[in-house]
């Protein structure tokens, strides 16, 4: 018997497509805190990929512990505040590493949109404007333990010229579909083998 489950799949939209290929970026961070991706894409073709990692070969946080069993963070060890923790975190963020990837392939990202799994912080954000990105779409608020700066990010980042600032979420149906896809071999058959004989002639 044939295989019809796909007649009553709906496919991702493209927002969820590569919000999803932003997630699947994700899967790549080294860093302890939260892990976060990021994909740049231009006429529905994705430029450059990031993910939120130290730079290639140095030192990253992920495997490592402190004495007391807790996942090791740099910036926490180094008991940095709120204010300057990125001076001291060993991750470059998605976005950085997004535009870096590109830089270092020579791709153009000029007026191309991202797709990030946390919405950028402010140095990102000035990072994605410089780089002439007008469309910024996240799914997740930034949020930390200082309250002010973050409703500071969020006035300022409406002077930085982005044409689209927009959340975007994943549908249950996608989810659904997309674990569905992972948790299996991808490419099964919806449809039974036709005989090229039987095909001709009905053709």
């Given at each position: ?32 805190s939260?892990p ?23 030192p ?107 959340r ?18 991808t ?11 039987k ?5």
């Amino acid at each position: 018997m044939e295989n019809t489950d796909f007649e009553e799949r709906t496919r991702p939209s493209w927002d969820e497509y590569f919000m999803a290929m932003a997630k699947l970026a994700s899967s790549r961070s080294t860093c302890n805190s939260r892990p976060t991706g990021a994909v740049i894409v231009r006429d529905k073709h994705v430029l450059a990929t990031g993910y939120n990692g130290a730079p290639p070969g140095a030192p990253h946080c992920l495997g490592e512990f402190t004495e007391d069993g807790v996942p090791y963070c740099h910036s926490r060890y180094m008991k940095a505040d709120e204010g300057s923790k990125f001076d001291f975190c060993r991750a470059t963020h998605a976005e950085a590493n997004a535009i870096a990837q590109a830089a270092r392939m020579g791709i153009s990202i000029d007026g191309a949109w991202i797709y990030t799994t946390l919405s950028p912080c402010h140095t990102c954000m000035k990072l994605l404007a410089g780089a002439g990105l007008k469309h910024i779409y996240y799914e997740r608020d930034y949020d930390s333990s200082d309250k002010q700066r973050d409703a500071y990010w969020n006035e300022v980042r409406k002077e930085y010229g982005f044409a689209v600032y927009k959340r975007v979420l994943l549908s249950g149906n996608t989810l659904d579909f997309l674990l569905q896809s992972l948790s299996s071999v991808t490419s099964e058959r919806r449809l039974m083998p036709r005989s090229f004989e039987k095909y001709r002639a009905n053709a």
